[in-house]
């Protein structure tokens, strides 16, 4: 990349600045893809990463395209453990696939939500820059260039 | 030092592109939401639009190659807001494929099937210019560069195509007034909306 894109997008509007009628919500997912997708430089040979921060900084998982479900949740069992009040034991299955991703709640307590929306019964497809939240945890959905 | 002369293009794909994306969003966000809108998009659909053209910006625009006389710009972004557009409203019309099961196929890629602009395009081009020109109009309200009570004339008189005599009846004025009201609000949106045009290349 040309440009630090992390630093580029710390620069959209906030709640302070900016036209309040524009999406704050919006603002805030670009932000946070911004520095998702910096870490995301590299990493190649999988279908998808999937990004997201904890108390000790940026975590990733990487998914290859094999349609293997990797499961999200509190459970120390899980492929990845988030910490939370919020998070299900198993909350969610995420698997890559050729075209991107999918992903299907399990029955969490919370729900997932992706961009905002919160996830219906079935599998939803993901796309690289779609927003993953797990009771309140938010994830990012890369499949960038080198990714796929 | 980004020289006053540089376009906002440049600017975007310069190493130091910090102020051009957060300007590049302010011109921007109320165009895509209301070209998305017009295309049949909800609201949350339509900042679905907004967010994946965000992206897909970021990502494609530092090896984008620009020919200005080709205004190749124009057609980048254009093509990049109505495939979005399309690749979100076929997902609401389909509920994002919501009910495969995952032993079904893998499924299909949004931007892989999403329709190309083809003999569509004065036509998504004239619906572009329109956002454009919509937004141009509620910047000049949000900014109160347009005082309501002279909006609320162009309104009648512009938007309303109501008769200028009725128009200066109801707010008290003059005819001429009406007429002067109208020239000096288009000249402002034409101002706003060259803006607009000059900084996506739609000219």
Known sequence: MKFDIEELLAALPSKEGGDPRAPQAVFQRLKFLAQAMQGAEGQEGVGLLLRWLDQKGWKSRALPADGCPVTIGRDPACEVVLAGERVSRRHCLVRAVLSGGEIVDLDSANGTLVNGSPLKAGALVLRDGDVIEVGGVPLAVVVGRGLG | ?203
């Open chain 2, 1 to 203: 030092m980004i020289s006053t002369n540089d376009t906002l293009l440049n600017r975007l794909r310069a190493d130091n592109a910090h102020e051009a994306w957060k300007e590049f969003y302010e011109l921007y966000w109320g165009a895509i939401l209301r070209y998305a809108r017009k295309l049949g998009l909800g609201e949350h659909q339509a900042e679905d639009v907004l967010q994946e053209t965000m992206v897909a910006l970021m990502r494609i625009l530092p090896e984008f190659a620009y020919d200005r006389d080709k205004g190749k710009f124009r057609n980048f972004l254009l093509t990049i807001v109505h495939r979005k557009s399309l690749t979100v409203l076929r997902r609401a019309r389909k509920e994002r494929k919501s009910q495969v099961p995952w032993t079904a196929s893998g499924p299909a890629d949004g931007e892989e099937f999403a329709a190309h602009l083809g003999g569509a395009e004065s036509e998504a081009l004239a619906r572009w210019r329109e956002s454009l020109a919509e937004e141009a109009l509620r910047r000049l309200r949000s900014a109160e560069r347009l005082g309501e009570n002279t909006f609320a004339v162009f309104d009648a008189y512009v938007m309303g195509g109501r008769p200028p005599k009725e128009v200066a009846r109801e707010f008290g004025l003059k005819e001429n007034a009406v007429y002067q009201i109208k020239n000096r609000v288009l000249r402002r949106l034409q101002c706003e909306v060259a803006k607009l045009m000059k900084n996506s290349g739609a000219t």
